[in-house]
């Protein structure tokens, strides 16, 4: 059996799978590719596997550690108990796992460890699948000490009852039609297999699962209706009685329609209606797969008695000293949809949404990294994230904008910021180790953008990549520069500014290292000045041939700090002026940039706004998360918890309270610069050091 380190096992595998050769879906997003075939039959493919032994088979031991990962995803249980499940989304050649200490669940005579494996076979945002690989392995450690691992005497069984084959969201879920009169397969020898993975050195934390109960749970009519109280992001669990062959429709929903029945056709283009057939007597459905929702309508179809109901809730670890603020409604509200958005849209990866794709973006990222680590001081899932895109160079020069996952999309503004994660990290934890193995990822992106360069080193026509400025397009501020897939001819101000600003961090990291690298921010900044700055305007214009200043185009400048000397005010009063003239994500850039500024009150009062494009509106709409646009109907797809709309948390923190190491990974300490018209406010926030309270 061939081993794959750490693991003293072997990957074991449905028989379906045994003999079947990994498909290549890696490839650059606009490079000629043909996809290949995939059997549907061992899409939506689970398995039950299970190993019995003897407590007396383990000898003497103080610690019992069970590592374990699987492909796509496993649920793990020990003698009936729930352990838990993983492992976060990865390549193949970068694989992850997770380990969970198990001695307290362990019993004299016979123990029984089962694992539930799901193999999606969708190329989606969400794992890397499709690619034919599925299984599992595991280790059982007694004080370090394999004891038991995977192999052939470990037995699985398929489970059919999951019946459906209809998907949700951009092939993001098989919705969980299950039929329980079906009975899972026979058990059988599990298979080994030669896999070709390689996984990393440390184990990966893994999600924190709880359960909840609705706040209100009430009869209407012949059915049922439940609001758990706020957006929440898991999985059903119900206990029935019923007559054989009778169906509980499932309905979930971020919303309720006018006449107060959940939209479970969501606006996020997922479609949350479920059927679960029930066998005669008592039954258990317990769901695998992961939604966004708040409302849950259960509509019997014949007899049936319901006896429980619950959701599993599930993010990464979030603690309860998470940060915190007081300071008059609006902020709070504000503060805690914000707060609600990052810890729903955390999970084994930072996802854009955990509905429509539950994918990690690398520009969600910028904004929801900095978001996360802020309020827990915890940089695990930030690591694991630039891990991520760094891998992602093996398959697309220059990054992909999904990293990691099977579906391939790359975009040019979202490559750039990606010393901007790296050099936040290193602010935050002072791992100059981490920091020098990134400076050739760093280097490596821009050796890709500097294919684009002119003689005076701005980029032309990036059409290796999408040029995405903002999104939805209607948030663009009229941004004056055609940006159809791939873009045309010309140069435009968002992506200069993001690559001046991608040189300007890149070298910032290397002097930081001791490292003299070859001078070229400066001379960027004066060429994308003479481009795209006009003195008489006072502002940017959005490329060379136009008269238009769209906010993104001086907002970006701002942030990076490439406004020429002197015209600081001129820049911001503009940007003042402007308002939220732009979407989420790029507010995250005006905040920030306003604030380099100092133009804090400007920053305060577009935070605490209560107009149609502001946070406020998002909690008048409704929301206990933080939307993907300023109001659900913003957008032709909005969803109602997507974390990238969570820029006042860095901005409060960091840029107000001034909560900022003074040296790289100590010395945390405020320096507020709360504008006098906010009155008084008290902030939490966790840190390396320990919690600071800042009150003013």
Not at 50 to 61: I, M, P, Q, S, T
Not at 129 to 146: C, E, H, K
Request: proline content about 7%.
């Amino acid at each position: 059996m061939k081993h794959l380190a750490p693991f003293r096992g072997a990957w074991i595998c449905a028989e379906e799978f045994a003999h079947l050769a990994p498909l290549d879906l890696f490839h650059p997003e606009h490079a000629p590719f043909t996809e290949p075939l995939h059997d549907e039959a061992l899409k939506n493919f689970h398995i039950r596997v299970r190993k019995r032994f003897d407590r007396a088979e383990l000898g003497n031991f103080s610690a019992l550690t069970l590592r374990i990962s699987a492909d796509d995803y496993y649920k793990l249980y020990v003698n009936g108990e729930f352990v838990g499940q993983g492992p976060a989304p990865g390549y193949f050649f970068a694989y992850y796992y997770n380990e969970y200490e198990i001695a307290r669940l362990i019993r004299e005579g016979e123990n029984e460890i089962e694992v539930r494996v799901f193999y999606q076979g969708l190329i989606n945002r969400v794992w890397n699948s499709g690619d034919l690989r599925q299984g599992m392995i595991a280790d059982l450690l007694a004080d370090g000490r394999p004891v038991l691992w995977t192999g052939p005497d470990w037995e699985y069984a398929r489970e059919r009852c999951r019946t459906g084959m209809r998907t949700t969201g951009y092939l993001t879920n098989f919705l969980e039609d299950v039929d329980s009169r079906i009975p899972p397969d026979p058990w059988r020898p599990c298979c080994v297999k030669e896999a070709d993975y390689t996984f990393h050195p440390d184990p990966a934390v893994p999600v924190t699962v709880s359960e909840r109960r609705p706040v209100l749970f009430e009869r209407r009519g012949s059915g049922f209706f439940a609001d758990f109280g706020q957006e929440i992001t898991g999985t059903l669990r119900i206990r029935a009685r019923g007559r054989d062959g009778s169906r509980l429709v499932i309905r979930c929903g971020e919303e309720c329609s006018p006449d107060g029945s959940v939209r479970w056709k969501m606006r996020c283009n997922c479609d949350y209606e479920e059927f679960w057939t029930l066998a005669e007597g008592e039954n258990l459905l317990d769901q695998y797969d992961y939604k966004a929702f708040r409302y849950v309508e259960l509509i019997p179809e014949g007899e049936i008695e319901l006896l429980d109901f619950s959701a599993a809730v599930r993010h990464h670890p979030f603690p309860v000293g998470a940060a915190s603020l007081s300071g008059g409604p609006v902020l709070e509200q504000v503060f805690t949809i914000c707060k609600n958005g990052v810890k729903y849209g955390s999970q084994e990866s930072f996802l854009d949404c955990p509905s429509r794709e539950k994918g990690q973006y690398t520009g969600d990222l910028t904004i929801t990294g900095s978001s996360h680590l802020l309020l827990t001081a915890d940089p695990t899932l930030l690591r694991r994230a630039i891990d991520a895109q760094v891998q992602s160079l093996r398959i697309a020069p220059g990054m992909l904008a999904v990293a990691p996952g099977s579906f391939m999309q790359e975009i040019a503004d979202y490559s750039l910021q990606f010393p901007l994660s790296v050099k936040r990290y290193y602010d935050y934890t002072g791992d100059r180790d981490f920091l020098a193995k990134m400076i050739g990822p760093c280097r490596e992106v821009l050796r890709y953008f500097a294919r684009y360069a002119r003689p005076d080193g701005l980029l032309e026509q990036v059409d290796g990549k999408w040029n995405l400025v903002d999104w939805p397009a209607n948030l663009r501020d009229g941004y004056d520069f055609p940006l159809e897939k791939p873009v045309g001819p010309g140069c435009h101000n968002v992506i200069n500014a993001f690559y001046t600003g991608c040189v300007q961090t890149v070298e910032e990291l290397e002097r930081e290292l001791g490292l003299c690298p070859e001078p070229r921010a400066a001379a960027l900044r004066d060429a994308f000045n003479r481009a795209f700055f006009r003195p008489d305007l006072g502002r940017y214009v959005d490329c060379e041939t136009s008269s238009h200043s769209a906010i993104h185009s001086n907002c970006l400048p701002a942030f990076y700090g490439l406004i020429p000397e002197g015209y600081e005010k001129a820049v911001g009063d503009y940007l003042a002026g402007r308002g939220m003239a732009c979407g989420v994500y790029m507010a995250y850039f005006l905040l920030k940039g306003l604030c380099r500024l100092g133009r804090e009150a400007d920053a305060y009062a577009l935070i605490t706004s209560t107009g149609e494009n502001s946070w406020y509106n998002m909690v008048r709409e409704g929301g206990t998360t933080c939307f993907e646009a300023w109001g659900a109907e913003k957008k032709w797809n909005t969803s109602l918890c997507h974390p990238w709309a969570s820029a006042p948390i860095a901005v409060l923190i960091e840029d107000l309270a001034g909560l900022r190491p003074e040296k790289p990974g100590r010395g945390f300490a405020f320096s507020p610069r709360f504008p006098k018209e906010a009155g008084h406010l008290r902030m939490t926030v966790p840190t390396p050091e320990g919690e600071k309270i800042l009150e003013i």
